[in-house]
């Protein structure tokens, strides 16, 4: 995809992984070079470790490094990301978990991203509600894409490979290419599976 040459691309999965049918696995076989982020306790949901985790793989590379990140991974990432990451150029965040439900809420209200930033909301998501969702990507200072009726977006959403999901990817890099000065994004945008 050459709308991503010239970035690393970490993909940083939620609670117990990502498993073989899931987007991210199947976008990391579709490109090889795409780095997973692997947590040392899948199972647990510590948002001050996995954020750790996160921010020392950013630190493995100065080159400019785009997020994919699902569920908790979001969390995680957005934790670590508005701690400082001089490397991360763009984060999509796809059907992030509502932090409430982890009781890390505090932990995130007033975190902003200092980088482009797309959050994909489902309809029917039953970790996060879309109005939610729509409220932490203002937050965030992400553009929020309202993803229609795809549950958790994840395996069990039988998305395959899942071009939409690619295709905002493609629009993140282009956005991110230039890397100058930091956006807000308050668009809402709808999107088609």
Not at 38 to 50: E, I, K, M, P, R
Not at 135 to 148: D, K, L, R
């Amino acid at each position: 995809m050459s709308a991503l040459a010239g970035f690393r691309v970490l993909v940083v999965p939620g609670l117990h992984g990502s498993g073989p049918a899931h987007w991210q696995t199947r976008w990391e076989r579709l490109f090889p070079w795409f780095e997973r982020v692997v947590q040392h306790d899948w199972d647990t949901s510590d948002l001050a470790t996995w954020s750790a985790r996160v921010g020392e793989v950013l630190r493995e590379s100065a080159h400019p490094t785009l997020i994919v990140a699902h569920s908790f991974g979001c969390l995680a990432s957005v934790h670590c990301a508005a701690r400082g990451a001089s490397s991360l150029a763009g984060a999509l965040l796809v059907a992030p978990a509502d932090p409430v439900k982890f009781g890390i809420d505090a932990n995130l209200s007033g975190a902003s991203l200092a980088c482009p930033s797309i959050l994909v909301g489902s309809l029917d998501d039953p970790w996060m509600a879309a109005a939610r969702a729509a409220g932490w990507a203002a937050q965030w200072g992400s553009e929020f894409v309202n993803a229609g009726k795809l549950g958790h977006i994840n395996a069990d959403s039988t998305l395959g490979d899942w071009p939409g999901g690619l295709a905002l990817l493609r629009r993140l890099a282009l956005v991110a290419r230039p890397r100058t000065r930091h956006r807000q994004y308050n668009v809402i945008t709808t999107y088609e599976r």
